[in-house]
């Protein structure tokens, strides 16, 4: 039972992120006027809301509830997004630096619960983590080369 709640914690660990980074894609996405960055925010938000969809099972599965909405941190980074995006020239590269902040930090989140040792995922959780973080690293490299473009 212990393990079930402890991975059960991660994993809603994971999905209120998950609920920020949608919601900040899409916060984004309403900001921008480049019409592929605004789509590569979309995708994103779209992207996250499948994590999130994929994480509510995975923790269903450990006889758990998952989370119903984002962290209180989430929504402080969101508002900075904003805050910052009024007092910025160039919209888009500063909504592509929050992403990389952003990206940099899941991809944080992921591997703190990969690799520590204290904790053996079941194979299905492994792999699922495993796939979220490589998928949030591609959007990584991907906002970079937007953010290189706009600068």
Known sequence: MKYTVEMSNKLNELLERTYDAEK???QAAEKVDN???KDFFLNGAKQRYNFGQEL???I????QAPEKGGSAKGTLHRSWINFKSLFTSNNEEAMLEEVHRGEKEAI????DILHDKDFVL???TESLLMRH???IRETLDTANIFETAVS
Do not use: D, L, Q, V
């Not at 269903?60 to 006889?63: I, K, L, V």
């Not at 944080?108 to 591997?111: H, L, S, V």
């Open 24 to 26: 900040g894609f899409k």
């Open 35 to 37: 019409k592929t960055i």
């Open 56 to 58: 509510k099972a995975e």
């Open 60 to 63: 269903m599965s450990f006889g």
């Open 108 to 111: 944080e989140t992921y591997n």
């Open 122 to 124: 079941p194979p299905s």
């Open 133 to 135: 973080r490589n998928s």
